[in-house]
């Protein structure tokens, strides 16, 4: 059973510009999450979406956005990109909407010049 | 609201000695615990998880954590390390049944030294 992919594995983007990250889970999951990593301020929860509905959102500005697919499958975009957006995307994959256990991908490396 | 404090954001180890990683929580609600290990340049990978029963668990590779209710805790430990264990280590928690958002440590630099 393949896990959750995530694509691109790294990324180089200029200040100004917008990018599109994608996550897969894991065959018949229906919920993804997104969260960024950073050395400075650790794992923060992006969002959470399920059947394709945003359930709940962390506190990053209005330039983060996501989106979920019929397929389950997951874009973040981020616009007006800032050299403070450098980071690991990770995107996590649960079964159903209240579980307890998620599984994540191996990130996308976004660094922001 | 939750939050979840890794309190070592550093150990140095000798190989095969014993290691302790601890974690504090807070919550006005039950919640659920875990421990993610996470490689250079990977992602997350669950360690072991608390959901309900023993308040003892064990993953796989010799690492157990011990819930702690009266003292909002749940240390990893380990009684002898391997090279092979050195990584980042994330406590996390979530109220599980009202989302998959996790709240996670800051994280644990554990270096197995030969």
């Known amino acids: 059973k393949a896990g959750v992919t995530q694509t691109p594995r790294y990324l180089i983007k200029t200040r100004g510009q917008q990018v599109t990250l994608s996550c897969s889970p894991i065959s018949g999951h229906r919920s993804v999450s997104w969260y960024q990593q950073t050395p400075g301020q650790g794992l923060q929860f992006l969002f959470e979406y399920f059947s394709e509905t945003q359930r709940n959102k962390g506190n990053f500005p209005g330039r983060f956005s996501g989106r979920q697919f019929s397929n389950s499958r997951s874009e973040m975009n981020v616009s007006t990109l800032e050299l403070g957006d450098s980071a690991l995307y990770l995107c996590?994959?649960?079964?159903?909407?209240?579980?307890?256990?998620?599984?994540f991908g191996q990130g996308t490396r976004l660094t922001v010049v | 609201a939750q939050s979840v404090t890794q309190l070592d954001s550093q150990v140095p180890v000798f190989e095969e000695a014993p290691v302790e990683l601890r974690c504090n929580y807070s919550s006005s609600v039950s919640v659920y615990l875990f421990w993610y290990v996470q490689y250079p340049n990977q992602g997350l990978q669950l360690l072991l998880k608390y959901l309900s029963g023993s308040t003892l668990v064990e993953s796989i590779n010799g690492f157990e954590a011990e819930f702690n209710k009266s003292q909002t805790s749940f240390h990893l430990r380990k009684p002898s390390v391997h090279i092979s264990d050195t990584a980042e280590y994330f406590c996390a928690v979530t109220r599980g049944r009202t989302g998959n958002q996790f709240y996670f440590g800051t994280g644990t630099s554990l270096t197995v030294i030969p």
């Open positions: 996590a994959s649960s079964l159903r909407d209240r579980d307890t256990e998620a599984f």
